[in-house]
């Protein structure tokens, strides 16, 4: 039901830093877990980072430390704020929106409780 469109991606040297947004629209209420991905050519799809209607953020051990992950909830747009950017971190982004999870449902990984909704990706790419 939520539509999502990214924006930010763009081209840095290593040691750089991007801020990703999602804008959410068709958004009806209740909670949802907001997450971030990420898919390079040949690569599996990895989970960045989630952050749940409380607040709470996970983070996979390549990002730690070096990627925010934030959402303004007046204007239903997620951010990732990504820092110290390595060239390993290229990849096309994504951000998803997973309804409806329980208290253990947002961790990066976790696999979707209800119907996932996908934005429509933007790239980065980093240089060395």
């Known amino acids: 039901q939520v539509t999502l469109v990214e924006s930010g991606g763009g081209s840095v040297q290593a040691g750089g830093s991007l801020r990703l947004s999602c804008v959410a629209s068709?958004?009806?209420?209740?909670?949802?877990?907001m997450r971030w991905f990420r898919q390079a050519p040949g690569k599996e799809r990895e989970g960045v980072a989630a952050?749940?209607?409380?607040?709470?953020?996970d983070y996979a051990a390549s990002v730690k430390g070096r990627f925010t992950i934030s959402e303004d909830k007046a204007n239903n747009t997620l951010f990732l704020q990504m820092d110290s950017l390595k060239p390993e971190d290229t990849s096309m982004y994504y951000c998803?929106?997973?309804?409806?999870?329980?208290?253990?449902?947002?961790?990066?990984?976790?696999?979707?409780?209800?119907?996932?909704?996908w934005g429509q990706g933007t790239q980065v790419t980093v240089s060395s």
């Open positions: 998803a929106a997973d309804p409806d999870p329980g208290p253990y449902d947002c961790y990066v990984g976790s696999p979707p409780v209800g119907d996932r909704s």
């Open positions: 068709g958004y009806s209420g209740g909670t949802y877990c």
């Open positions: 952050i749940d209607s409380d607040g709470i953020t």
